[in-house]
């Protein structure tokens, strides 16, 4: 009986060691699809908020195939979190299955005891039999036989009660599980049904760029030309900014402006080490936003066969939204570029981050910040209404990722 009942606990080890991974992952499914659900949230806001101002075929294109994509992975996740329940409610069935086997075979014991016990229940039955023994040796094994007897008795009650009150939780998740599942069916439902309506708006607009394509790829060119000449403009400023710093600290510089390391003092090294150790875990440069466009040569969201390039992130965020400091560290520079916005460039050590199309700047050139500290506004274009950042991020004189160094960018 004993091999028994360990072949069953051992079986049912095996049944619920999923069940721990499953709720982690599920957890995690269930973050990820809030994420996105409050992503395509924010890109409605935005367009809504837009609606009274001048807005471009490209960017009305450019955000309902960001709201696309978006719905995509939201219902992929959906779909996940679903295929997940139903592999949860197949293990709970099996749980149920093996709990009630254990229960028939523990109730079917627990009677034949109850029947022996029924059967010699006197008193002086118990007596005789501890008198009958030959010797007090039998006798002492006989009374400590009946005391296992009784104890045994009562821990199978007590499982039969345990087991009962599982298999109650169980069919209790199960229900919980079903209903949870048609959730989310009916869920990605409703977003089928919206993926459907965007692919025809999608289709509408693609076919006015098509009419006006010369005409778009020429503004796209014109605006490669104004972004090479700010990121030109940017590079300058840290290489002066370097050159700076390292006249300060007491290393030659042959040539203005051509210095591309900085020379670290003891503190400045702590700092940039602990920005390193921080890879990939910095907050976000604005409390809410979304990319609108990504790092590095890319092809244009909108138009076939032309590429862009991106010296770091562009950021659309909601209008008034405070820019902020993704770490500590000291303001070099707040400059307004010719024919362009103003911004605010923090050096952390040998790392430099530059927040572009700022107004409204609460900081100062020389000024210690902290992280999350706010710096300015984002400024909104009055003639598209559009609230855009670009956040770049340097070490040294070489351009980064922001994506590989901000959390979940």
Request: aromatic residues 6%.
């Given at each position: 009986?004993?091999?028994?009942?360990?072949?069953?606990?051992?079986?049912l080890?095996?049944?619920?060691?999923?069940v721990?991974?499953?709720?982690?992952k599920?957890q995690?499914?269930e973050?990820?699809?809030?994420r996105?659900?409050?992503?395509?949230?924010q890109m409605?806001?935005?367009?809504?908020?837009?609606?009274?101002?001048?807005?471009?075929?490209?960017?009305?294109?450019?955000?309902?195939?960001?709201?696309?994509?978006?719905?995509?992975?939201?219902?992929?996740?959906?779909?996940?979190?679903?295929?997940?329940?139903?592999?949860?409610?197949?293990?709970?069935?099996?749980?149920?299955e093996?709990?009630?086997?254990?229960l028939?075979?523990l109730?079917?014991?627990?009677?034949?005891?109850?029947?022996k016990?029924?059967?010699s229940?006197?008193?002086?039955?118990?007596?005789?039999?501890?008198?009958s023994?030959?010797?007090?040796?039998?006798?002492?094994?006989?009374?400590?036989?009946?005391k296992?007897?009784?104890?045994h008795?009562?821990e199978?009650?007590?499982?039969?009660?345990?087991?009962?009150?599982?298999l109650?939780?169980?069919?209790?998740?199960?229900?919980?599980d079903?209903?949870?599942?048609?959730?989310?069916?009916?869920e990605n439902?409703?977003?089928?049904?919206?993926?459907?309506?965007?692919?025809?708006?999608q289709?509408?607009?693609m076919?006015?760029?098509?009419k006006?394509q010369g005409?778009?790829?020429?503004?796209?060119k014109?605006?490669?030309?104004?972004?090479?000449?700010i990121?030109?403009?940017?590079?300058?400023?840290?290489?002066?900014?370097?050159?700076?710093?390292?006249?300060?600290?007491g290393?030659?510089v042959?040539?203005k402006?051509?210095?591309?390391?900085?020379a670290l003092?003891?503190?400045a090294?702590?700092l940039?080490?602990?920005?390193?150790?921080?890879?990939?875990?910095?907050?976000w440069?604005v409390?809410?936003?979304?990319?609108?466009k990504?790092?590095?040569?890319?092809?244009?969201?909108?138009?076939?066969?032309i590429?862009i390039?991106?010296?770091?992130?562009?950021?659309?965020?909601?209008?008034?939204?405070?820019?902020?400091?993704?770490?500590?560290?000291?303001v070099?520079a707040?400059?307004?570029?010719?024919g362009?916005?103003?911004?605010v460039?923090?050096?952390?050590?040998?790392?430099?981050?530059?927040?572009?199309?700022?107004e409204?700047?609460s900081?100062?050139?020389?000024?210690?910040?902290?992280?999350k500290?706010?710096?300015?506004e984002v400024?909104?274009?009055?003639?598209?209404?559009?609230?855009?950042?670009?956040?770049?991020?340097?070490q040294n004189?070489?351009?980064?990722?922001?994506?590989?160094?901000?959390y979940?960018?």
């Amino acid at each position: 009986m004993r091999f028994l009942k360990g072949i069953f606990f051992v079986g049912l080890l095996v049944i619920c060691s999923p069940v721990f991974s499953q709720s982690s992952k599920q957890q995690q499914l269930e973050e990820e699809r809030q994420r996105l659900r409050e992503e395509i949230e924010q890109m409605k806001e935005l367009r809504a908020n837009n609606k009274r101002k001048e807005r471009s075929v490209l960017y009305e294109v450019e955000t309902i195939n960001s709201q696309i994509g978006t719905r995509k992975n939201l219902i992929k996740v959906t779909n996940q979190q679903a295929n997940l329940l139903t592999r949860e409610i197949n293990t709970n069935f099996k749980k149920i299955e093996a709990y009630r086997k254990e229960l028939t075979a523990l109730k079917k014991d627990y009677a034949k005891m109850i029947t022996k016990s029924y059967k010699s229940k006197s008193h002086q039955s118990r007596i005789m039999f501890l008198l009958s023994s030959s010797d007090f040796s039998q006798a002492y094994k006989r009374l400590q036989y009946m005391k296992q007897y009784n104890e045994h008795r009562k821990e199978q009650a007590g499982r039969i009660e345990n087991d009962t009150r599982a298999l109650q939780v169980l069919n209790t998740n199960l229900s919980r599980d079903k209903k949870e599942k048609q959730v989310l069916i009916e869920e990605n439902r409703e977003e089928q049904s919206k993926l459907k309506e965007e692919k025809k708006e999608q289709q509408i607009l693609m076919s006015s760029i098509r009419k006006k394509q010369g005409t778009y790829t020429k503004q796209i060119k014109v605006k490669e030309q104004q972004a090479s000449a700010i990121d030109k403009a940017i590079e300058k400023l840290i290489r002066e900014a370097i050159a700076k710093a390292n006249k300060k600290a007491g290393k030659k510089v042959t040539k203005k402006g051509s210095a591309t390391t900085f020379a670290l003092t003891a503190e400045a090294k702590i700092l940039a080490d602990n920005f390193t150790s921080n890879k990939g875990k910095l907050p976000w440069p604005v409390g809410t936003g979304r990319i609108t466009k990504k790092f590095g040569r890319q092809p244009h969201p909108t138009l076939p066969n032309i590429q862009i390039n991106s010296s770091g992130v562009e950021i659309e965020t909601r209008s008034g939204e405070r820019a902020r400091a993704i770490f500590e560290g000291e303001v070099i520079a707040i400059q307004k570029l010719k024919g362009a916005s103003r911004l605010v460039q923090i050096r952390h050590g040998n790392y430099i981050t530059t927040y572009y199309n700022i107004e409204n700047i609460s900081v100062k050139e020389g000024q210690k910040v902290t992280t999350k500290q706010a710096i300015g506004e984002v400024r909104t274009n009055p003639t598209t209404g559009r609230t855009i950042m670009k956040f770049l991020i340097y070490q040294n004189a070489k351009r980064l990722n922001p994506q590989s160094w901000v959390y979940k960018m």
